[in-house]
Protein backbone atom coordinates (compact mmCIF):
# COMPACT_ATOMS: atom_id res chain seq x y z
CA UNK A 1 0.00 0.00 0.00
CA UNK A 2 1.13 3.60 -1.01
CA UNK A 3 0.27 6.31 1.50
CA UNK A 4 -0.16 9.92 -0.19
CA UNK A 5 0.16 12.80 1.69
CA UNK A 6 0.64 15.23 -1.23
CA UNK A 7 -1.00 15.97 -4.34
CA UNK A 8 1.87 16.23 -7.06
CA UNK A 9 -0.34 18.51 -8.93
CA UNK A 10 -3.63 18.66 -11.42
CA UNK A 11 -4.07 17.26 -14.96
CA UNK A 12 -5.63 20.70 -15.68
CA UNK A 13 -2.42 22.51 -14.83
CA UNK A 14 -0.23 23.44 -18.51
CA UNK A 15 2.96 21.76 -17.07
CA UNK A 16 1.56 18.33 -16.18
CA UNK A 17 -0.54 18.28 -19.65
CA UNK A 18 1.99 17.77 -21.71
CA UNK A 19 4.19 16.06 -19.21
CA UNK A 20 1.38 13.57 -18.97
CA UNK A 21 1.21 13.59 -22.96
CA UNK A 22 1.04 10.01 -23.64
CA UNK A 23 1.39 8.62 -20.10
CA UNK A 24 -0.47 5.73 -18.68
CA UNK A 25 -3.69 7.60 -16.44
CA UNK A 26 -4.63 5.16 -13.54
CA UNK A 27 -7.91 6.69 -12.46
CA UNK A 28 -9.09 6.59 -8.46
CA UNK A 29 -12.90 6.69 -8.65
CA UNK A 30 -14.64 8.22 -5.99
CA UNK A 31 -17.82 10.34 -5.45
CA UNK A 32 -18.03 13.83 -4.21
CA UNK A 33 -18.87 12.89 -0.64
CA UNK A 34 -15.45 10.55 -0.65
CA UNK A 35 -13.28 12.67 -1.83
CA UNK A 36 -14.22 15.31 1.21
CA UNK A 37 -12.01 13.29 3.28
CA UNK A 38 -8.44 13.95 4.15
CA UNK A 39 -7.72 10.47 5.10
CA UNK A 40 -8.91 7.11 3.56
CA UNK A 41 -7.84 3.70 2.27
CA UNK A 42 -8.96 3.21 -1.69
CA UNK A 43 -7.82 1.35 -4.68
CA UNK A 44 -7.38 2.73 -7.94
CA UNK A 45 -8.75 1.04 -11.18
CA UNK A 46 -5.39 -0.46 -11.72
CA UNK A 47 -5.17 -2.24 -8.29
CA UNK A 48 -2.91 0.42 -6.68
CA UNK A 49 -3.69 -0.25 -3.02
CA UNK A 50 -3.52 3.85 -2.07
CA UNK A 51 -3.64 5.29 1.71
CA UNK A 52 -4.37 8.72 1.30
CA UNK A 53 -3.47 11.19 4.34
CA UNK A 54 -3.48 14.79 3.58
CA UNK A 55 -3.43 17.67 6.23
CA UNK A 56 -6.38 18.70 7.97
CA UNK A 57 -8.81 20.70 6.01
CA UNK A 58 -7.11 19.30 2.36
CA UNK A 59 -9.30 17.60 0.31
CA UNK A 60 -9.14 15.99 -3.34
CA UNK A 61 -9.98 17.45 -6.46
CA UNK A 62 -11.13 15.88 -9.75
CA UNK A 63 -8.11 15.55 -11.75
CA UNK A 64 -5.38 15.81 -8.46
CA UNK A 65 -2.59 13.56 -9.42
CA UNK A 66 -2.11 11.57 -6.30
CA UNK A 67 0.92 9.16 -7.91
CA UNK A 68 3.02 9.92 -10.82
CA UNK A 69 5.56 7.18 -12.12
CA UNK A 70 8.39 9.51 -14.32
CA UNK A 71 10.16 6.02 -15.47
CA UNK A 72 7.13 4.26 -16.18
CA UNK A 73 5.05 7.04 -17.07
CA UNK A 74 2.39 6.04 -15.10
CA UNK A 75 0.35 8.91 -13.05
CA UNK A 76 -2.63 7.50 -10.46
CA UNK A 77 -5.07 10.64 -10.60
CA UNK A 78 -8.39 11.43 -8.82
CA UNK A 79 -11.67 11.15 -10.89
CA UNK A 80 -14.46 12.20 -8.76
CA UNK A 81 -18.11 11.68 -9.88
CA UNK A 82 -20.23 14.74 -8.90
CA UNK A 83 -23.76 14.26 -8.20
CA UNK A 84 -26.48 15.68 -10.11
CA UNK A 85 -28.02 19.34 -9.25
CA UNK A 86 -31.68 19.95 -9.66
CA UNK A 87 -31.79 23.51 -11.39
CA UNK A 88 -34.87 25.70 -10.38
CA UNK A 89 -35.41 27.80 -13.09
CA UNK A 90 -37.46 31.20 -11.52
CA UNK A 91 -37.23 33.35 -14.94
CA UNK A 92 -40.79 33.43 -15.21
CA UNK A 93 -41.52 35.12 -11.80
CA UNK A 94 -39.83 38.14 -13.09
CA UNK A 95 -43.23 38.41 -15.84
CA UNK A 96 -45.25 38.23 -12.60
CA UNK A 97 -46.51 41.07 -9.98
CA UNK A 98 -43.90 42.10 -7.32
CA UNK A 99 -46.54 40.35 -4.71
CA UNK A 100 -46.49 36.71 -6.44
CA UNK A 101 -42.71 37.08 -6.99
CA UNK A 102 -41.94 37.59 -3.42
CA UNK A 103 -44.89 34.63 -2.17
CA UNK A 104 -43.22 31.85 -4.40
CA UNK A 105 -39.54 33.09 -3.46
CA UNK A 106 -40.77 32.07 0.28
CA UNK A 107 -42.41 29.59 -0.39
CA UNK A 108 -39.80 27.44 -2.30
CA UNK A 109 -36.93 28.79 0.26
CA UNK A 110 -39.07 27.18 2.65
CA UNK A 111 -39.75 24.02 0.79
CA UNK A 112 -36.26 23.84 -0.24
CA UNK A 113 -35.32 24.67 3.88
CA UNK A 114 -37.49 22.19 5.35
CA UNK A 115 -35.53 19.54 3.25
CA UNK A 116 -32.46 21.09 5.00
CA UNK A 117 -30.99 20.96 1.11
CA UNK A 118 -28.34 23.74 0.74
CA UNK A 119 -28.78 25.78 -2.56
CA UNK A 120 -27.01 28.26 -4.73
CA UNK A 121 -28.81 31.28 -6.46
CA UNK A 122 -27.71 33.18 -9.35
CA UNK A 123 -29.52 35.30 -11.24
CA UNK A 124 -33.17 33.36 -11.84
CA UNK A 125 -31.54 30.04 -11.12
CA UNK A 126 -31.16 28.10 -7.45
CA UNK A 127 -29.05 25.10 -7.98
CA UNK A 128 -29.47 22.06 -5.15
CA UNK A 129 -27.44 19.35 -5.14
CA UNK A 130 -28.78 15.86 -5.34
CA UNK A 131 -29.25 15.34 -1.66
CA UNK A 132 -31.86 12.31 -1.84
CA UNK A 133 -33.17 10.06 -4.57
CA UNK A 134 -34.16 12.33 -7.83
CA UNK A 135 -38.12 11.08 -7.84
CA UNK A 136 -38.09 12.56 -3.69
CA UNK A 137 -36.92 16.08 -4.94
CA UNK A 138 -39.27 16.35 -7.64
CA UNK A 139 -41.83 15.12 -5.74
CA UNK A 140 -41.48 18.29 -3.30
CA UNK A 141 -41.49 20.24 -6.27
CA UNK A 142 -44.11 18.64 -7.46
CA UNK A 143 -46.14 18.75 -4.35
CA UNK A 144 -45.76 22.22 -4.25
CA UNK A 145 -46.65 23.23 -7.79
CA UNK A 146 -44.81 26.36 -7.57
CA UNK A 147 -46.51 28.51 -10.14
CA UNK A 148 -44.18 29.93 -13.00
CA UNK A 149 -41.14 28.09 -11.58
CA UNK A 150 -39.60 25.17 -13.71
CA UNK A 151 -36.72 22.77 -13.00
CA UNK A 152 -34.69 19.97 -14.39
CA UNK A 153 -32.05 17.59 -13.01
CA UNK A 154 -28.36 18.07 -14.92
CA UNK A 155 -25.07 16.64 -14.05
CA UNK A 156 -22.95 18.51 -11.26
CA UNK A 157 -19.94 19.13 -14.47
CA UNK A 158 -22.04 20.91 -16.63
CA UNK A 159 -23.46 23.29 -13.93
CA UNK A 160 -19.77 24.21 -12.43
CA UNK A 161 -18.56 26.03 -14.98
CA UNK A 162 -21.27 29.08 -14.04
CA UNK A 163 -20.11 28.59 -10.76
CA UNK A 164 -17.89 31.13 -8.96
CA UNK A 165 -15.59 28.85 -6.43
CA UNK A 166 -17.37 29.83 -2.97
CA UNK A 167 -20.45 28.80 -5.05
CA UNK A 168 -18.97 25.12 -6.26
CA UNK A 169 -17.79 24.46 -2.55
CA UNK A 170 -21.45 24.91 -1.09
CA UNK A 171 -22.87 22.67 -3.56
CA UNK A 172 -19.81 19.84 -4.08
CA UNK A 173 -18.01 20.47 -1.21
CA UNK A 174 -14.60 21.28 -2.76
CA UNK A 175 -14.29 18.27 -5.09
CA UNK A 176 -15.31 19.58 -8.45
CA UNK A 177 -12.03 20.24 -9.57
CA UNK A 178 -10.20 23.35 -10.91
CA UNK A 179 -12.81 26.32 -11.14
CA UNK A 180 -13.02 28.44 -13.99
CA UNK A 181 -11.84 31.91 -12.53
CA UNK A 182 -14.99 33.63 -14.34
CA UNK A 183 -18.76 33.08 -15.05
CA UNK A 184 -21.39 32.89 -16.73
CA UNK A 185 -25.00 32.86 -16.93
CA UNK A 186 -26.82 29.72 -16.89
CA UNK A 187 -29.46 29.12 -19.12
CA UNK A 188 -31.10 25.69 -18.80
CA UNK A 189 -34.86 25.39 -20.08
CA UNK A 190 -35.46 22.12 -20.31
CA UNK A 191 -38.60 21.82 -18.03
CA UNK A 192 -38.93 18.65 -15.53
Do not use: C
Not at 70 to 99: M, R, T, Y
Not at 157 to 174: C, D, M, T
Amino acid sequence: MLIIDAIAGNIQDAAWQSRLAGAQIDYLIMDQWEAQKNRFRKTSEGGVELAVSLDRGKSLRDGDILLWNEADQIAVVAHIHLKDVLVIDLGELLLQSPAMMLRTAVELGHAIGNQHWPAVVKDAQVFVPLAVDKKVMASVMKTHAFEGVTYTFVSGSEVIPYLAPHESRRLFGGAEGPVHSHVHAYDQKEPA
